[in-house]
């Protein structure tokens, strides 16, 4: 919520980041590599989506969130020291156990920073970033956090039904990671508040 005149700060996204595999799946590449039964002119009259991109095999969720991850911290003007806590929402996790979100801290190299910075999986499908994002906004509303790095990142490509039988969903889904950084700021903006 935001909180104007308090002492309780406001939270706002400082930075974001992208990342999207190089592998380009066109609708047409589903009929002809897949064997699905569609056209390009029935996913787009009824998605509006021509493309996906897919993680090669091999590729984890963690994987792709690393660029991501990396781009909104630079795009915030921190540095990893300067991240609290790392938030992951995913559907698609790199393992069952441990939560993606360590994995991810490892491989930014935020194990050994000199200071514990939690990661905690959000599992909540299609809303999950947005849980993620209420998240990160109480945890630097609380004051206790000043920058949050949350990543919303999905590999469906290893698990969709690539069949005929599957086209309903392999049409709509691909694979990419999303991130912003949440941070605190006493000035009058950012989220102006949620609702779940």
Same mark, same amino acid.
């Given at each position: ?15 974001? *980041?992208?990342?999207? +595999?190089?592998?380009?799946?066109? =609708? ?5 590599? #897949? $064997?699905?039964? @569609? ?74 920073? *000199?200071?514990?910075? +939690?990661?905690?999986?959000?599992? =909540? ?5 947005? #849980? $993620?994002?209420? @998240? ?61």
């Amino acid at each position: 919520m935001h909180h104007p005149g308090s002492s309780v700060p406001n939270a706002y996204i400082s930075g974001t *980041g992208f990342y999207a +595999p190089p592998k380009v799946v066109t =609708n047409d590449d589903l009929r002809t590599e #897949y $064997g699905i039964d @569609t056209t390009d002119d029935w996913i787009v009259q009824r998605t509006g989506i021509s493309e996906r991109r897919f993680a090669e095999a091999g590729v984890n969720n963690s994987d792709l969130a690393v660029p991501a991850a990396e781009e909104a911290i630079e795009r915030a003007g921190i540095s990893k020291t300067d991240v609290d806590m790392i938030l992951f929402a995913t559907l698609s996790p790199d393992a069952a156990f441990p939560g993606t979100g360590v994995y991810l801290q490892e491989k930014l190299g935020m194990c050994d920073l *000199g200071h514990f910075v +939690p990661a905690l999986d959000i599992r =909540n499908q299609c809303s999950g970033f947005l #849980y $993620g994002l209420a @998240t990160a906004t109480s945890m630097v509303e609380s004051g206790r956090i000043k920058n949050v790095l949350l990543v919303g990142s999905e590999v469906h490509s290893a698990a969709m039904d690539m069949t005929t039988r599957g086209r309903g969903i392999c049409s709509l889904f691909g694979d990419a990671a999303g991130a912003v950084i949440v941070s605190a700021t006493e000035e009058d903006r950012g989220l102006r508040g949620w609702y779940l």
